[in-house]
T-cell receptor
Framework: DTAVSQTPKYLVTQMGNDKSIKCEQNLGHDTMYWYKQDSKKFLKIMFSYNNKELIINETVPNRFSPKSPDKAHLNLHINSLELGDSAVYFC???????????FGSGTRLTVV | GQQLNQSPQSMFIQEGEDVSMNCTSSSIFNTWLWYKQDPGEGPVLLIALYKAGELTSNGRLTAQFGITRKDSFLNISASIPSDVGIYFCAGGKAGTALIFGKGTTLSVSS
């Protein structure tokens, strides 16, 4: 049983396209997150949702739009993809902000 | 934004050696956590520390929450080849998402 699952695992797309990444957790956690890991492996928070409500929105371009249909799902839609969006995107969940987070296995996005 | 200073950036050791890495911050945190990331996978929680001064072990891993709440260290004893990976510290406080250090890449030669 995968605790936090995200799809797809790999995504290769052209500049200007729109794409979505889906995330689901079966841990019963109230809080979900999107992190971006750059080529230097630095993990940076993008968004956080608590029980379907947006709690944290870091300085992320508004081409990125998260959506949480219920507290077990947090999807990420990206419009007008740019080369600089290439990275690994991780979904995570937790019982609260300062508890241990459980991460998905990541989506490697490559924009060409 | 807030930053965690994690060191060393990388380590190359022989199997059987002990390893030590640490994280410092100018900010106080309520929680310190240590994660390991294998290639192609997400970070996996190794140890979570919730109280200043707390010392916690998980098998060959030992971590401590600094008394000032601004630092933490992770020790790995008797390293084995499967310890290879990237280790991240993370600091947590109420109302904000975890902030991660830049990682320590560990290489173990047998």
């Amino acid at each position: 049983d995968t605790a936090v699952s995200q799809t797809p695992k790999y995504l290769v797309t052209q500049m200007g396209n729109d794409k979505s990444i889906k995330c689901e957790q079966n841990l019963g956690h109230d809080t979900m997150y999107w992190y971006k890991q750059d080529s230097k492996k630095f993990l940076k928070i993008m968004f956080s949702y608590n029980n379907k409500e947006l709690i944290i929105n870091e300085t992320v371009p508004n081409r990125f739009s998260p959506k949480s249909p219920d507290k077990a799902h947090l999807n990420l839609h990206i419009n007008s993809l740019e080369l600089g969006d290439s990275a690994v995107y991780f979904c995570a969940s937790s019982q609260g902000f300062d508890y241990g987070y459980t991460f998905g296995s990541g989506t490697r996005l490559t924009v060409v | 934004g807030q930053q965690l200073n994690q060191s060393p950036q990388s380590m190359f050791i022989q199997e059987g050696e002990d390893v030590s890495m640490n994280c410092t911050s100018s900010s106080i945190f309520n929680t310190w956590l240590w994660y390991k990331q294998d290639p192609g996978e997400g970070p996996v929680l190794l140890i979570a520390l919730y109280k200043a001064g707390e010392l916690t072990s998980n098998g060959r891993l030992t971590a401590q929450f600094g008394i000032t709440r601004k630092d933490s260290f992770l020790n790995i004893s008797a390293s084995i080849p499967s310890d290879v990976g990237i280790y991240f510290c993370a600091g947590g406080k109420a109302g904000t998402a975890l902030i991660f250090g830049k990682g320590t890449t560990l290489s173990v030669s047998s």
